[in-house]
């Protein structure tokens, strides 16, 4: 039988992989865009005039953001060094696809990739030009120069979509990447956890992103105890690691949120995330739920949580950022 040796949960956000220095790139297209904040839609405007009492213009110096960054790159080393010592066989990767895997036509809740190889290629230059801004700079950072390719595991791809719908969950199956594309909740952890090194790997993405169906918390929740028992009653003796990519808080931080995120893992329950409502989990701060299922595998298996750090890497006088966590669960 398999036996999971590590949890993990890390941010992937452009800014971990920008010079500290461009981190203002960001704040260019947060200028341009409507905010998902407390339950509802802001403008920028009037994110500014609600939040001007917390004078995040002292949040947003070159000095802070060169020490956040700082802060960033060294829990993200410390994850890697983790996952290398721990030795894992196969990894669970949970994340979500900014509609690089999908589209608006097919966009399935759970899938679960369970082909041989898993296809991470460069952007073409026309892509690469449509990006928005301070996201061409971050690239680098998922996808290698020359792209890469990693090894999956089909039969534990598959032994998890069986028992995973034996359980009642309804989960789409995936050969191969549809564009011969990783999606960055996969290609980050690939080169900042694995150091380009990869361990074969199951991707399992979840539709955190768009409406109308995203799973809920507690839905998420008890997914991850349902990895959790498929992976231990896989006919192997694999270790197995599962990692959770994206998150916390963004594109507004909210640092309430990312709490009550932090002590229900804790903690292990999930009651005062799930009783925060559905519509706090919307955009960015969506990403949270990449984490849960793994809260849920961890929780069951009674691991206590190690946090690496926290760091809410502020970019604009809106509170816009990303609020970057890094944790580990062992035996």
């Known amino acids: 039988m398999a036996k999971i040796v590590l949890g993990m949960g890390t941010s992937h956000g452009p800014m971990l992989s920008t010079p500290p220095e461009e981190w203002g790139q960001r704040a260019v297209f947060d200028r341009g865009i409507t905010h998902h904040y407390k339950g509802r839609t802001w403008s920028f405007e009037e994110l500014v005039e609600a939040r001007k009492d917390r004078h995040f213009e002292r949040e947003i110096t070159l000095d802070i953001w060169r020490k956040r960054h700082a802060a960033c790159r060294r829990a993200l080393a410390k994850l890697a060094d983790v996952f290398a010592a ?81 359980e009642g969950f309804d989960i789409t199956t995936v050969k191969r ?108 701060t969506s990403e949270v739920k990449n984490w849960i299922p793994v809260a849920g595998a961890m929780a069951e298996l009674g691991y206590d949580i190690n946090v690496v750090d926290y760091v809410p890497c502020y970019r604009s006088e809106a509170g816009t950022g990303n609020a970057m966590g890094f944790v580990y669960w062992r035996p």
């Open 177 to 284: 990447m549809p564009r011969d594309e990783t999606p960055h909740a996969f290609g980050f952890v690939y080169r900042q956890i694995m150091g380009d090194r990869p361990v074969p790997s199951v991707p399992v993405a979840l539709n955190t992103y768009y409406p109308p169906n995203q799973p809920t918390v507690r839905r998420c929740y008890e997914f991850g105890k349902t990895l959790v028992r498929a992976a231990q009653s896989w006919d192997n003796d694999a270790r197995v690691a599962i990692i959770a990519s994206g998150g916390l808080s963004h594109f507004v931080i909210d640092e309430d949120v990312d709490g009550a995120v932090m002590d229900a893992m804790r903690h292990r329950r999930i009651d005062e995330v799930a009783a925060l409502g559905e519509a706090i989990f919307q955009s960015g």
């Open 86 to 166: 721990a030795k894992p066989d196969v990894v669970l990767i949970v994340g979500n696809d900014h509609m690089e895997m999908f589209d608006e036509n097919a966009l399935p809740a759970f899938s679960v990739f369970w082909g041989d190889t898993i296809v991470n290629n460069p952007f073409p230059e026309e892509k690469m030009a449509r990006l928005a801004p301070g996201v061409a700079i971050a690239v680098p950072g998922h996808i290698p120069p020359d792209g890469a390719r990693y090894p999956g595991v089909p039969a534990l791809g598959r032994h998890l979509i069986e028992s995973a719908t034996a």
